[in-house]
């Protein structure tokens, strides 16, 4: 293992100074919100397929679609939508931030 | 397809519609051309999109979803999913990182990145590579709708395809064509969802909208038919779903032409929003994509129309247009759906060759080879490594390997396996180094190739790392590699340190 000089270290799992921190927070919290809505919906759905066939997840109809075929192929694509305008706004807000202290204004 | 012969009004409308595109392109003729393949300036966020989509889009979004999703319903979702989620991690990981870091091809980044002529070697095949199996899927789709446009088998279609895309690629390039990326997007989403309407009309659904419409088909297969698309996990289970999207994702995110985009938007802040647009444009034809699909479904079994699996799978990549011949639509929107499909092939291809050209002329010769080479000389080299690349393509199209969508999907595990996890840590941790990047890289090259390779042997392989669907076990284990290796190995130089923590990091806008 090297020696790096602190100044120029740079790791996701450790940010370091206030913009990167506030980034990587906003960063994770769009993985969590991606993974979670995608593939928890998916094992929610296998889970339930094992156990309970015909359950209200693929019987229920949403726009005229089975509630599970609506939301992958509809609502998730959205939600993605979703997330990057989220992720968009946050890190617009950080960077005005940032530049309001650097520069003691924001145009 | 249904019939033969000659299709004289659709075959007006596919090259009217070519033609409509140089003659747009003579009129912009603001060419701001170079070896990169990255021409013509954009401005604004939805103008960014709309190149991010229409850059995208090709005959596996036009042609290989609904396929997919028609031999296979619900499982097929996985591609739905994996091609627009993977925005997600580009946008969220890498876009404003990669824009700050200014490079623009994915051999150029890992080669100054990883300060390393193997890593850049490695990283220009390794494109080379992607731009040749997902122009073979192109390529099929070029093939097919020539086949049926003018009524000859489908090896006769190819080689006719090709020439015509060839010559379609050197006119343009000589007379000097820009690519006017917002008029191809309109073309695109016009072509695929007016004919869409027609055909929920004429089948009795909600037209206005057929991405909801297409709801009550799947309810009316289930019931008349019992046909159930719309149930989970029948032809893959969970395991083989999540693994087919997460790689579409990762692959997404690590495609060279794709991270090429990048750079025609003026700043950082307008790079990233215009991703918000762009998945936007994508999600609109992958909304409706399923749509055809299910009314392919829908009007073969009404019609009695019973195909073997084999029957299914061979014809699968024409269900968009059969389907829309087969709903009796009028000649002239088949015709617009075929000039839909094959413009968004041949641009898709036209791109893609561009990205491989560039390995060539500027990640190999002109950095490897020969610095000296003038501009003329390259661009010449690029010209020449145009046409090998589509001719090496053409003797791979002539005996499609797979399903359109089945084909891409592994250049997709290729770029997620092995230029994601270099992008993925080359920004977000300065610790990696070049070799912990070239064994990452060269291990994620065999885990891709696994299957085929050591499938035979090791059943085990086969259940990890199928070959459409390697990356959720395989990015993971290449990722630790190079950890593993960057920990034992020699630094980084201070340089590209400090630049990473200063220049790519130290600042948000």
């Given amino acids: 293992m090297q020696k790096e000089p602190e100044s120029c270290r740079v790791n996701l799992l450790r940010p370091k100074g206030e913009q990167m921190k506030g980034e990587v927070t906003i960063m994770l919290a769009s993985l969590l919100g991606w993974g979670v809505v995608t593939f928890g919906f998916q094992l929610l759905l296998a889970l339930v397929n094992v156990y309970d066939k015909g359950s209200w997840l693929t019987e229920f109809n949403f726009f005229g679609l089975p509630f599970h075929f609506w939301f992958t192929a509809q609502m998730l694509p959205l939600w993605f939508i979703i997330i990057c305008a989220l992720f968009n706004l946050g890190i617009d807000r950080l960077s005005e931030r940032q530049s309001r202290r650097r520069d003691g204004f924001y145009d | 397809m249904t019939d033969t012969g000659q299709k004289l009004v659709p075959m007006l409308f596919v090259f009217g519609v070519l033609l409509l595109f140089v003659i747009a392109g003579l009129l912009y003729k603001t060419r701001e051309s170079s070896e990169y393949g990255v021409s013509g300036r954009y401005t604004g966020r939805i103008g960014g999109g709309a190149a991010i989509a229409s850059n995208w889009m090709s005959a596996a979004s036009f042609l290989g979803i609904a396929g997919l999703i028609y031999l296979y319903g619900y499982s097929a979702l996985a591609y739905v999913i994996g091609w627009t ?107 695929f969802i007016l004919p869409l309407m027609f055909l929920a009309k004429r089948l009795g659904y909600f037209w206005i909208m057929p991405q909801f419409g297409y709801g009550t088909a799947i309810a009316d297969l289930s019931r008349e038919f019992n046909i159930n698309m719309a149930s989970p996990f029948v032809h893959s289970g969970p395991f083989h779903w999540t693994a087919l999207c997460f790689t579409l994702m990762l692959g997404t995110a690590g495609l060279p032409h794709v991270l090429s985009r990048f750079y025609t938007v003026s700043n950082v802040r307008d790079a990233r929003w215009s991703v918000v647009w762009g998945l936007f444009f994508i999600a609109l034809i992958y909304w409706s994509a399923p749509a055809y699909a299910v009314f392919g479904r829908l009007i073969e079994a009404r019609g009695g129309i019973n195909l073997t699996p084999e029957a299914a799978r061979a014809m699968a990549d024409n269900v968009v247009v059969r389907t829309a011949l087969l709903g009796g639509l009028p000649q002239w929107l088949v015709g617009m759906l075929a000039a839909g499909a094959v413009s968004a092939a041949f641009f898709n291809v036209a791109g893609l060759l561009m990205t491989g050209a560039a390995s060539i002329s500027y990640d190999i010769y002109y950095r490897l080879v020969n610095p000296r080479a003038s501009e003329g000389r390259r661009m010449k080299l690029a010209k020449g490594a145009t046409l090998l690349l589509a001719a090496l393509v053409l003797l791979g199209s002539l005996k499609p390997p797979g399903l359109i969508a089945e084909i891409a999907a592994v250049a997709f595990a290729l770029a997620g396996n092995t230029i994601f996890p270099a992008f993925l840590l080359g920004i977000w941790w300065s610790g990696t180094t070049r070799m912990g990047v070239i064994c990452g890289m060269l291990t994620g090259v065999l885990v891709t190739f696994a299957q085929p390779l050591l499938g035979g042997v090791l059943p085990l392989v086969n259940t990890l790392f199928p070959l459409t669907a390697s990356a959720l076990c395989g990015a993971p284990l290449v990722l630790a590699i190079m950890i593993v290796v960057s920990r034992f190995s020699e630094p980084p130089s201070m340089e590209i340190r400090r630049f990473l923590a200063d220049e790519v990091h130290g600042n948000l806008q």
């Avoid at chain 2, 199996?133 to 090709?162: E, H, N, P, R």
């Fill in chain 2, 85 to 191: 989620g993977g925005y997600v991690l580009l946008l969220v990981l890498l876009a404003g990182q990669l824009r700050r870091f200014g490079k623009y091809t994915a051999p150029d980044f890992i080669g100054e990145r990883y300060e390393s002529n193997a890593a850049r070697l490695i990283s220009a095949a390794i494109s080379i590579a992607i731009t040749l199996i997902y122009s073979i899927a192109q390529f099929k789709g070029i093939g097919i709708l020539f086949a049926w446009l003018i009524g000859i088998d489908y090896s006769s279609g190819v080689i006719l395809g090709a020439c015509i895309l060839m010559g379609y690629i050197v006119i343009s390039g000589s007379l000097g064509v820009a690519r006017s990326q917002k008029l191809q997007y309109s073309v695109l989403i016009v072509t």
